[in-house]
């Protein structure tokens, strides 16, 4: 993974040295919240509604056992004991004091880590697959690109005071884990027909108020060319994109207004002055930073599927798991190994200081001291081997970390919503808590089979509902708490914005609403047909008569209708 030069340790030290005085000088109210409040969020410092909540940067996802280590320390000392892993592969904690933040942002530089850009109309953290660099399916490891894109953005000057935040994904598997459709920029890595490497360039995709899946304005542009080209693209949005309505100044609202076509050519006459700068890549840049992320020094093994075919035959319990939470390695003899952090009873995404030593420690024993941070907030060791699978089950187990749920019912994601964040018209927690104390049958979730529930407390969409199979959003009805429902949303190569059923939910009644979605699902499926296949064969409309043919709870389901629905 990629290691500070001199020039970064510099750069993050005399921030949190800078950062230091403003903190002091906003204690002794030489400034105002006013003046301070773009200073904390260049640091990831936002105002909730208890507390000060710091978010951490994870560059595309990437730890090392010596940074979880220190992420679990702070959790300890300066928070709650715990920590959210967010959908943007970063870390919040959400009790911090603002006359300890220094402190905490000395010992993340301690281990080359910062919360800088993690708000603000910037360039935000660079995302990328959790799987990157082992996944079978894809065509090269896309975190060197990643890495530059990151050292490229971070505190560019023409980028530091955006119309609005600004969020990029890469990917470059066959399987779209980096929902680049819905970001701002989404790059998929590409070879055109004579062989040659480039990128697919996506942009105006995102979700918030006015979700879109963004658009094509490249298929493929050269690898030399990324950053010149991104460059252009932030130039029309700097220029163009509206500073008078916060509402209507994310990049998806320029392409919409102008249009693909016009945008693209926009971007191409700004790109004309660009494409030979010094920003142009090289083949020596690259190759530089590839260095960071060698593969390390796997062995030479075989495929264990004799003795993995016994201990799954001795052990259902790890059977299952092996099903939901292993994946193929493109090593032979490896695994991919994702540990849930959606135990019942748990907030989703949360993780408390032990476990975190606990998976430092894992890391290091069984995957060579990396582990990486998922989009649906859960944690990877990516490079286990087969022969250490049932190990890693039975440790992952004794600390609560291997629910054999991925891809399944509670493996939700979920936003902090009402509980923390002052943005928020609801609560998520409880919600997720809720559901997922209904349906807390292993067997019945796999019988259901994959299915995508995302929850979000505000129309920010920080729990990505647009693209869930069941998306839920926190609505504000009057001063009271309810939730509006939407099917047919997906994350990947199809990726699509679910539609809403109807009026929106009271709180208790959610857990029903859910169920009466899946008896229609259970009902008219075909055989092996997904949930996400079943809507989109038949629409919302089935779904939706039988959710609101009879009231839940005794509450009429029309009370709730809002303005969302």
Not at 474 to 503: C, L, M, T
Request: charged share 25%; proline share 4%; hydrophobic share 40%.
């Amino acid at each position: 993974m990629y290691r500070y030069d001199t020039y970064d340790h510099q750069i993050v030290q005399e921030r949190v040295a800078q950062f230091r005085d403003q903190v002091r000088r906003r204690l002794t109210d030489e400034l105002s919240e006013d003046e301070f409040r773009p200073l904390r969020l260049q640091n990831g410092l936002y105002m909730q509604r208890h507390a000060y909540m710091l978010r951490v940067a994870i560059p595309y996802g990437l730890l090392s056992s010596k940074q979880l280590r220190m992420l679990a320390h702070i959790a300890r000392k300066y928070d709650r004991d715990y920590g959210h892993f967010t959908t943007r592969q970063n870390i919040q904690y959400n009790w911090v004091s603002l006359e300890q933040t220094p402190d905490i942002l000395a010992d993340l530089a301690s281990v080359e880590m910062h919360a800088i850009q993690t708000s603000g109309n910037c360039i935000r953290n660079i995302t990328s697959d959790q799987f990157a660099g082992v996944a079978a399916d894809e065509l090269l490891d896309p975190r060197p690109y990643a890495e530059i894109l990151r050292q490229w953005s971070t505190f560019h000057p023409e980028f530091a005071y955006l119309p609005r935040k600004f969020k990029i994904a890469i990917n470059a598997a066959a399987e779209d884990r980096a929902v680049v459709k819905a970001h701002d920029i989404g790059l998929n890595i590409v070879r055109n027909a004579a062989g040659e490497t480039g990128f697919q360039v996506l942009v105006g995709g995102g979700l918030g108020r006015t979700p879109i899946i963004g658009s094509v304005i490249r298929e493929f542009l050269p690898w030399p060319h990324v950053l010149t080209y991104i460059e252009a693209i932030m130039r029309v949005y700097n220029q163009y994109g509206r500073r008078d309505n916060k509402y209507k100044a994310r990049i998806k609202i320029l392409v919409k207004a102008l249009g693909v076509e016009e945008f693209a050519h926009q971007v191409e006459q700004e790109w004309q002055d660009l494409q030979d700068s010094p920003s142009t890549l090289t083949v020596e840049e690259l190759n530089r930073v590839a260095t960071y992320f060698e593969p390390p020094q796997y062995e030479q093994l075989p495929d264990a599927d004799e003795l993995l075919a016994q201990q799954r035959h001795d052990n259902k319990a790890f059977s299952s798991w092996m099903s939901r939470n292993v994946r193929p390695h493109k090593n032979a003899g490896y695994a991919i190994v994702t540990l849930s952090l959606k135990k019942t009873g748990v907030p989703p995404g949360d993780a408390t200081g032990a476990q975190m030593d606990v998976v430092a420690d894992m890391a290091d024993r069984y995957s060579f001291g990396e582990l990486r941070v998922t989009h649906e907030q859960n944690l990877v060791l990516a490079d286990v081997k087969q022969t250490d699978l049932l190990a890693v089950y039975t440790e992952a187990k004794a600390h609560g970390l291997a629910t054999p749920n991925i891809g399944l019912l509670t493996d939700m994601i979920c936003c902090p919503g009402g509980d923390f964040c002052s943005l928020a018209n609801a609560k998520s927690i409880p919600i997720a808590g809720a559901i997922a104390e209904r349906f807390d049958n292993l067997d019945f979730q796999h019988d259901i089979g994959e299915i995508e529930l995302n929850i979000s407390g505000c129309i920010n969409a920080c729990g990505h509902h647009h693209v869930g199979n069941i998306g839920i959003l926190g609505v504000d009805k009057d001063g009271s708490e309810w939730y509006q429902v939407s099917i047919g949303g997906r994350q990947g190569n199809e990726s699509a914005i679910g539609k809403i059923i109807g009026p929106s939910f009271a709180a208790d009644q959610m857990p029903e609403v859910i169920a009466r979605l899946l008896e229609v699902y259970v009902r008219d499926r075909h055989e092996d047909e997904h949930f996400i296949d079943t809507v989109d064969r038949l629409g919302i409309e089935p779904f939706k008569a039988h959710v609101y043919a009879t009231p839940i709870g005794g509450q009429s389901l029309e009370a709730g209708e809002d303005a969302y629905a």
